[in-house]
């Protein structure tokens, strides 16, 4: 690969590497709200962007050493992209666990009305006062 095709490459990861960590971002946001069909919609372009980074990173490399500032810089959204990764999984198994809770509530509260006896209609009851 010629070193220009290199640099291209490297800006191509570099906007797409960021655009998925603006998306993790955003994907924290709609999960802290539960919103769940943006969710999965997220999740899709999240999808495509990491197909289109694996394919990329499969791709030969020639060109500058290893070291130098791009090469620093993509590594630097890598991680920003791990990191933002791992939060939104665990801000999805913290909602996941509410949900659990709340739907546990409701069981719980429909066993509970499904087992309430209305009291019945009293007894005509008739006593004499004299024994």
Do not use: C, K
Not at 33 to 39: G, L, N, R
Not at 92 to 121: F, V
Request: aromatic fraction near 4%; hydrophobic fraction near 45%.
């Amino acid at each position: 690969m010629r070193p220009d095709t290199a640099d291209a490459v490297r800006g191509d990861a570099g906007a797409r590497l960021t655009e998925l960590a603006a998306l993790y971002a955003e994907l924290d946001g709609r999960i802290a709200a539960s919103a769940w069909p943006e969710v999965v919609t997220l999740l899709g372009r999240a999808q495509e962007l990491i197909a289109t980074l694996a394919q990329s990173a499969d791709a030969p490399r020639t060109g500058p050493a290893a070291g130098d500032d791009a090469e620093m810089e993509i590594d630097a959204l890598a991680r920003a992209v791990i990191d933002g990764h791992a939060r939104v999984l665990r801000n999805a198994e913290a909602a996941r666990t509410a949900a659990a809770a709340t739907l546990a509530g409701a069981r719980r509260g429909r066993e509970r009305a499904a087992r309430y006896r209305a009291p019945g209609a009293p007894e005509a009851f008739f006593t004499s006062r004299t024994v």
